[in-house]
């Protein structure tokens, strides 16, 4: 089975600080993660995915991730938060054999970047 | 439209009724997917098409719930005598292809079931 734990429920950051959102996960075999943000009353977005390569991926709005295998972490980060970052961030696996079709999400940090 | 569109966006329906959820993909993509979104909760898997049949429904909650997929385009998710329990944000999502290494899934706004 897979699983995904968002540790943190609430992060808050003040404007143009940087933003961490942690993101662990379980599976078998390689991982494929994923970051997708939800605004309100609106789809969720794709942000960014790791499939293979370089551990650290670059995706929408200058939003990364890193991928560490070691730790089973693959947390946001963001240089410069803005307040339009604000929303709900879920945190997704998917197993690369079997279930690679079948996304499993973490419950979601929510995101308050503060003026 | 361009998107994934489901309708309706919202739905109240009382205890023990029969509901149908549309989903409409984006054109041309063969991969299409249901999740559940409880209050408070991460989106759950429900059931994947590709194309016309269901091609790994192991997240359907038991056999109240089915969905179909029949010309590979529009899906409807139908639950029959529904529960307070099943009240949630019911969400679509298509893909160009199964198999996410190589895509990504667009997700549709959702529909909100309240049963009462």
């Known amino acids: 089975a897979q699983s995904v734990a968002q540790p943190e429920d609430q992060v808050n950051v003040a404007e143009g600080n940087p933003l961490t959102v942690k993101c662990t996960y379980s599976v078998s075999g390689n991982p494929y993660l994923f970051w997708y943000v ?4 609106r789809g969720l977005q794709f942000l960014l995915k790791y499939i293979t390569g370089d551990n650290l991926v670059k995706g929408s709005y200058g939003f990364e991730a890193e991928f560490n295998k070691s730790q089973t972490s693959f947390h946001l980060k963001k240089p410069s938060a803005l307040v339009s970052d604000s929303a709900l961030y879920f ?18 940090t929510q995101l308050t970047v503060l003026p | 439209g361009a998107g994934v569109s489901q309708t309706p966006s919202n739905k109240v329906t009382e205890k023990g009724k029969y509901v149908e959820l549309r989903c409409d993909p984006i054109s041309g993509h063969t991969a299409l997917y249901w999740y559940r979104q409880s209050l408070g909760q991460g989106p759950e898997f429900l059931i994947y098409f590709q194309g016309t049949g269901a091609a790994d429904d192991s997240g359907l909650p038991n056999d109240r719930f089915f969905a179909v997929r029949p010309e590979g385009s529009v899906s409807t998710l139908k639950i029959q005598r ?5 009240s949630a944000v019911y969400l679509c999502a298509s893909s160009p292809s199964g198999g996410l290494m190589n895509t ?11 049963v009462v």
Request: net charge neutral; glycine share 18%; aromatic share 10%.
């Open chain 1, 91 to 108: 945190c997704a696996v998917s197993g690369s054999s079997g279930s690679a079709r079948q996304l499993t999400f973490g419950s979601g």
């Open chain 2, 82 to 86: 529904t529960e307070r329990g099943d």
């Open chain 1, 38 to 41: 939800q605004y309100p009353n």
């Open chain 2, 104 to 114: 990504e899934a667009f997700f549709g706004q959702g529909t909100r079931l309240t």
